[in-house]
């Protein structure tokens, strides 16, 4: 069967695929997508929230603290800890070799399918933060390559100064820690005091996890420093299959928002994308970056890279060139909001070739008539609200997971809904992702939910519209975020907070 569109899509799967798949996330909104063109696709999750409840009326899905509360099971917060689980390896086995795919791989996850014959459908993790994820190792791969990067150095990190900076590049100038992303790991230098403060970010361990443990090796050896470029950061979603490489257009990322993050975190700081404002990126630029997609994607194959893989750009928009800075081989933060957003707009979600791929399907895939739809013009913004305290917090506020307008700029609730489709009219916004109940906790700049829209968000980069901004600052104030006291933290670790099982 010649898959070219989304109804060939769904019927491929009916007929063709009997292969059990589960999405694995802390949260379940985080692995949606593939439900869209099979069944019997399946969830399984750490967290359990009032969204997680809408989700099980529509598919199936393990949640593994549902009937908690606000108590989490003693485990770190990652997919390892769910696939561990008792629960989740009695129900896996009573499947036949089920596909398992998380957000991104590692070596517990790895380690356990392999134990339980389980397949693994993410890249592996060896391709991640000593590969293509490695900001020092991916711009010397795209030098190879011929693709355009900002103009700048790798240099041992022992001869990093702010006079090296000011005087090869000028100012402002931009760090790179190799292996951070979403922004903790990137800073934009404009002063020595601007320096000072980096230097101190990039020799200091990340925020840890529940339950992780820091890494000793944190400090890089090497660093990237380029040249600033003004511009909007657009980003593009791909995917590498066996008949050829899958894009979707240009998106835009909604970067370095105080009402969404803290600034103190770093720079470039990850807070959404806004497809519905997409459309002002040129025809030139984003025919320059699925040009890029084309050759990373085929570099990636060669490599035996399969499925998803996202790139990010800085675009030069007077000079009408855009510059490739960092990839993410593995799924991103688009997701699954791109998936809505695509089979909104009638087009097959990019989740259904990734699977495909790592079912290894016998499948003809239409590419040109594939790319087509995913590069059409699409409506929809998601935001990810976090907590500003810049300490531990707990809300005292609560809000239903669904649809509201803004009234007297307060959320009106209209509905129940976790999907783009549930929005009906502009200037409704949905709010999902797992949605607090009362009095749960949150270390600094954890986050709180997503907000999904059909509406624009962005006035410009790095700043929100009016109305998304009055919906980002009532949707907090909703919440009631209040610090914790000191000496009330470390209750949050012990009986009264953690669970055993």
């Not at 809408?54 to 800890?81: A, C, F, I, Q, Y």
């Not at 009573?94 to 339980?116: A, D, R």
């Not at 002002?280 to 570099?299: C, D, K, M, P």
């Not at 490739?324 to 991103?332: F, K």
Request: with cysteine; charged share 25%; glycine share 8%.
């Amino acid at each position: 069967m010649l898959i070219k569109d989304l109804k060939t899509t769904k019927e491929f799967f009916a007929k063709q695929v009997s292969q059990p798949i589960f999405g694995v996330g802390v949260w379940a909104f985080n692995r949606l997508g593939l439900e869209e063109v099979f069944d019997d696709y399946r969830l399984l999750c750490l967290r359990h929230s009032p969204d997680t409840e809408l989700m099980e009326k529509d598919l199936k899905v393990l949640s593994l603290e549902k009937g908690l509360g606000n108590k989490h099971l003693d485990v770190p917060r990652n997919s390892t800890s769910i696939l561990r689980h008792e629960r989740t390896i009695a129900l896996l086995k009573s499947f036949k070799n089920p596909l398992i795919i998380p957000y991104k791989s590692s070596s517990g996850i790895e380690s356990v399918c392999q134990e339980y014959n389980w397949r693994l459908g993410i890249a592996p993790v060896k391709f991640g933060k000593k590969m293509f994820e490695n900001k020092v190792f991916f711009r010397r791969v795209l030098d190879g390559l011929g693709i355009a990067v900002p103009s700048g150095l790798i240099i041992p990190f022992s001869q990093l100064s702010f006079k090296l900076g000011k005087e090869k590049l000028g100012l402002p100038f931009v760090i790179q820690h190799p292996t951070r992303g979403g922004g903790k790991g990137t800073f934009f230098i404009h002063t020595q005091e601007d320096f000072a403060l980096a230097f101190l970010k990039l020799i200091k361990p990340p925020q840890i996890e529940e339950g992780e443990e820091a890494k000793a090796d944190d400090v890089p050896k090497e660093i990237v420093i380029a040249k600033f470029i003004k511009g909007p950061s657009p980003s593009i979603t791909a995917c590498v299959t066996r008949q050829g490489i899958l894009s979707t257009n240009l998106q835009q990322q909604v970067l370095d928002i105080p009402e969404l993050f803290s600034p103190k975190k770093g720079s470039g700081l990850f807070c959404g994308h806004d497809w519905t404002t997409s459309d002002s990126l040129s025809h030139s630029l984003n025919q320059q970056a699925n040009q890029i997609a084309q050759r990373v994607g085929y570099y990636f194959q060669k490599q035996g890279y399969q499925g998803i893989f996202g790139l990010d750009f800085i675009a030069d928009e007077r000079a009408e060139k855009l510059y490739l800075v960092e990839c993410n081989p593995r799924m991103t933060g688009v997701f699954p909001t791109l998936e809505m957003a695509l089979t909104e707009s009638g087009a097959p979600p990019l989740l259904a070739f990734h699977a495909l791929e790592y079912l290894n399907a016998d499948y003809e895939l239409d590419v040109v008539a594939i790319n087509k739809l995913l590069q059409q013009p699409k409506k929809g913004a998601h935001l990810f609200l976090h907590n500003l305290t810049e300490r531990w917090a707990y809300n005292f506020g609560v809000l239903k997971p669904g649809v509201y307008t803004l009234v007297k700029n307060r959320p009106q609730f209209q509905r129940s809904g976790y999907k783009l489709r549930d929005i009906q009219a502009s200037g409704e916004f949905l709010i999902t992702e797992g949605v607090p109940t009362y009095k749960n906790y949150f270390s600094p700049n954890r986050r709180l939910c997503r907000i999904l829209t059909k509406d624009a968000v962005l006035e410009k980069p790095g700043s929100l519209n009016a109305w998304a901004r009055q919906v980002a600052g009532a949707v907090y104030k909703e919440f009631k975020i209040r610090p914790i006291h000191f000496a009330k933290i470390k209750k949050l670790f012990n009986k009264n907070f953690l669970i055993k099982g």
